[in-house]
């Protein structure tokens, strides 16, 4: 028997306004004023959705058998300069929602059940945040005595930057507020309690959150680099990065009654290599561990800060991934300098439209090619050929290996040191392996997966296929391990029909995958 249930949504309205100065002056004059530099921008959405039956459809009400519903979101912000050093944003976030109905809800104790009451009408639901922040810059700079470092190095800068910042939202489960509520519940042996519900719960934008917001964060960023002499550079100097950052941060909760001190975070960036980039990040419990009457440890309210101590160490995290690439081999091999392998494939490439990637990061150029799936160059002409008139053979790969390792805390009470009250620590590692083959143009394969050191097993191992027909894209991905699936996809490229050109097929719990 056909089942015919018809879910249809009619209108999904998106409605967007880029951002502009609603106080600016069309024809300045003079120097510009402080509220010419508050800037806002506007986002509506509109959806009107059903579920329902074929013979109902027709029948049904917009009110009370549609869900419905307009949200409306506009950010106010602002950039000043305080005393010409001390750059200040705040900004104000304004949501509103409008719905057609709420859900009041009641027990009733002769059936020892909730009772719901819906009503229709207009119901507006809106929340608001602000925050502000406030930075600077401060600058260092040594010059190394010339007769002790020779002239090689000119000078060292240090550059340090404060961030104060401060963000608050009100308590909109308040009762003034009208957002939730509560009924009082008897159950069959006479236990009396109060039941908290919000009357938009399943609302199509949902509700405002419980509990009043309110924290100051404060971090300190430093970057220390060197210029020396350099025949290289037309200028006949290079700056060369000694840390790129060294930063940490903590905030202050408050609305919270009990630890209301976060933990502090230590981030550092290294940029010593061309082709990688260091990153480490540090974690420091400010809260000590104390034991209970029974004597297992718990996180008090005692602050290492205030028994003079620094932070208890918690972990830290690291990852080291690296592409390889044909050409990444070709240079090995021939010693070609990067230099001059990137010269000629910008001068190959001048008159060709790409992705500028030409940044310091771990993401190699060839990779974020590939990652663009098996789109066509668009050339629209002949093939390349060689010196003897038969095609170019090119068929571009990249291979990715990343490394993991997190260092944290073991919380096994059975391996508690109650002498230095703290936990030992365990090492987690990943390995994880990716690859990119595009077999030609239009046609691309790739794949990834990895093994997980704590479980001795092979982890998630999925692979995809893509072929670009020009106005449509087909694409078929696998998860072959742990867990067999399948996902097919045909659609337009079009973004405005994408959405409704498409064909998707894919497994679910009755038709998954079983491999034999």
């Not at 209108?11 to 024809?27: A, C, G, M, T, V």
């Not at 950010?75 to 750059?87: C, G, K, R």
């Not at 008090?300 to 918690?314: A, E, L, P, V």
Request: charge should be positive; glycine fraction near 6%.
């Amino acid at each position: 028997m056909r089942d015919s249930t018809i879910a249809m949504t009619l209108p999904d309205l998106n409605i967007s306004i880029s951002r502009f100065y609603p106080f600016r002056r069309k024809h300045q004059a003079g120097d510009e004023r402080w509220y010419e530099k508050i800037a806002m921008s506007y986002t509506g959405q509109f959806s009107n959705s059903i579920n329902t039956k074929e013979d109902k459809i027709m029948h049904s009400s917009l009110i009370k058998d549609w869900r419905n519903g307009f949200q409306h979101n506009i950010p106010v912000s602002a950039s000043f300069t305080l005393f010409n050093y001390i750059n200040l944003t705040p900004s104000f976030n304004f949501t509103d929602r409008m719905y057609t109905n709420k859900v009041t809800k009641s027990w009733n104790q002769a059936t020892q059940k909730e009772v719901s009451d819906t009503t229709y009408g207009f119901h507006n639901v809106y929340n608001w945040n602000l925050s502000m922040s406030a930075s600077t810059k401060l600058y260092g700079f040594w010059i190394p005595n010339h007769r002790i470092f020779g002239d090689k190095i000119q000078a060292i800068r240090h550059v340090i930057t404060p961030t104060v910042s401060f963000s608050y939202a009100p308590d909109f489960g308040a009762s003034r507020y009208g957002y939730y509520r509560t009924y009082q519940k008897t159950d069959a042996d006479g236990n009396v309690s109060l039941v908290q519900y919000s009357p938009y719960k399943d609302a199509l934008y949902g509700v405002p959150g419980k509990g009043r917001t309110g924290s100051i964060s404060w971090s300190f960023d430093n970057n220390i680099e060197m210029k020396v002499k350099s025949d290289k550079d037309s200028t006949g100097f290079r700056k060369i990065s000694l840390i790129d950052q060294l930063g940490w941060s903590m905030s202050y909760n408050m609305a919270a009654r009990e630890k209301p001190l976060s933990d502090l975070t230590v981030n550092l960036r290294l940029k010593w290599w061309k082709n990688y980039t260091f990153n480490m990040t540090g974690v420091f419990a400010s809260y000590a561990y104390e034991l209970d009457g029974k004597g297992t440890p718990y996180v008090g309210n005692h602050t290492y800060w205030g028994m003079g101590k620094f932070g208890r160490f918690q972990g830290m995290s690291q990852n080291i991934s690296y592409t390889l690439t044909p050409e990444k081999i070709r240079k090995f091999f021939s010693g070609e300098k990067d230099d001059d392998s990137k010269d000629k494939r910008n001068n190959r490439n001048k008159d060709d439209e790409s992705i500028d990637t030409d940044i310091n990061s771990n993401v190699d150029d060839t990779m974020i090619d590939a990652q663009n799936g098996a789109a066509k160059d668009g050339k629209g002409g002949k093939a390349t050929t060689d010196g003897d008139g038969y095609m170019t053979f090119s068929m571009p790969w990249s291979l990715t290996f990343g490394y993991g390792i997190t260092m944290s805390e073991s919380t096994d009470i059975n391996k508690f040191n109650y002498k230095t009250m703290r936990y030992p620590y365990k090492f987690t590692q990943t390995l994880n392996v990716s690859g990119n083959l595009r077999i030609s143009d239009g046609w691309n394969i790739s794949f990834s997966s990895g093994y997980d050191f704590d479980n001795h097993k092979v982890s998630m191992t999925t692979a995809s296929l893509q072929r670009d027909l020009h106005c449509f894209n087909m694409s078929c991905s696998l998860v072959l391990a742990p867990y067999a699936s399948y996902n097919f996809t045909f659609r337009c490229n079009a973004s405005t029909l994408t959405d409704a050109l498409k064909y998707d097929k894919r497994s679910g719990y009755s038709n998954a995958v079983q491999w034999y």
